[in-house]
């Protein structure tokens, strides 16, 4: 069964870095497109950044471009999300997504193109 598993959240006061793992079993990681989306109290789920099976090619939204820095690992079937200069607002439940078949342009970063999620780690930034 495949399994998304995500790691490297915490509490970090604005300014600072996290870097966000998401680890995957169970499923051919290298021919998935990969995403990070994020869910604030009250706000809807919003993607982050997505990268391509071969990591080529990457998107983001312009919120987090030059902040942000999706990347993975195929051998070790991981996704990452460096993320720096982090701002309260970015306080978030984090989510890993991954996509086989995606319908869209992946920089519009459309939830029901991703078939399986994780769990989320949650993400606070105090200012």
């Known amino acids: 069964q495949a399994q998304i598993v995500e790691s490297g959240g915490g509490a970090v006061e604005a300014g600072g870095s996290l870097r966000l793992s998401c680890t995957t079993s169970?499923?051919?990681?290298?021919?998935?497109?990969m995403a990070w989306f994020r869910q604030a109290p009250g706000k809807e789920r919003e993607g982050l950044a997505a990268i391509t099976w071969n990591g080529n090619h990457k998107e983001y939204r312009d919120f987090v471009r030059g902040r942000f820095t999706i990347s993975r690992d195929d051998a070790a079937n991981t996704v990452y999300l460096q993320m720096n200069s982090l701002k309260p607002e970015d306080a978030a439940v984090y989510y890993c997504a991954a996509g086989r078949h995606i319908n869209h342009d992946i920089a519009e970063f459309v939830s029901d193109d991703y078939e399986l999620w994780g769990q989320g780690t949650q993400v606070t930034v105090s200012s």
């Open positions: 169970g499923l051919n990681f290298e021919i998935y497109i």
